[in-house]
């Protein structure tokens, strides 16, 4: 297997790869020359995103600023929306239904790293390039989501279809579809049904 195969099946893999020092390099430049660009220069962004995340829906619009690890192994549905400070660590799959909202100073995160420091701590090969143990596990979104400001999402987790995610959560096990959840760790508070429809909350009209 090469250093990439290994990454995204969850292995341990060589960080110091020159293939997957490339395509970091690459997306971090593509992060920044987008949050460069201003809203009102459209054409530019969805340029700049169809060549970060080439696997992206038709109406997906992040508001900036970003940053990607790779992008190349993220999945966007049609219709996701991502508000400010928007980071994904792609190092495995991420993959993110249709119609999915972001609130501000979201992050997914998939990596993970040793747990005794003996194996975690940086090491130098025989030229002196670093390195470390790192593997990393993926994060599936479903379609019709909602994650609130500062939420958190770590490698492994399947978040179900239309759940909404409490701000300032960290995700950190599989929550069930149609879940109104939140916390740290997140935990399920109940089911969103029928009767949570703005139409039965006169204040609001």
Not at 13 to 25: G, K, N
């Amino acid at each position: 297997m090469t250093e990439k195969e290994k990454m995204l099946a969850g292995k341990i893999y060589d960080t110091s790869d020159e293939e997957l020092a490339a395509m970091r390099l690459k997306a971090h430049k593509l992060s920044a020359r987008y949050n460069s660009v201003f809203e009102d220069e459209e054409d530019i962004r969805n340029k700049i995103l169809s060549e970060l995340i080439p696997n992206i829906g038709k109406g997906t619009y992040m508001q900036g600023p970003i940053q990607f690890d790779y992008g190349a192994f993220t999945t966007f549905g049609e219709n996701c929306y991502a508000n400010f400070n928007f980071s994904v660590l792609d190092i495995c799959p991420v993959t993110i239904g249709d119609n999915v909202f972001f609130g501000p100073n979201c992050m997914l995160a998939t990596p993970v790293h040793p747990f005794r420091y003996q194996e975690r701590n940086i090491k130098y090969k025989e030229d002196g390039t670093a390195y470390d143990d790192e593997y990393a596990k993926p994060i599936t979104i479903g379609s019709n989501c909602w994650l609130a400001s500062n939420v958190v999402v770590i490698g492994g987790v399947t978040i179900g279809e239309g759940c909404v995610i409490g701000a300032g959560s960290v995700v950190t096990r599989d929550i069930p579809a149609n879940s109104l959840a939140a916390g740290n760790p997140c935990r399920v508070i109940r089911e969103i049904t029928k009767k949570d429809s703005i139409k039965y909350k006169k204040e609001l009209f």
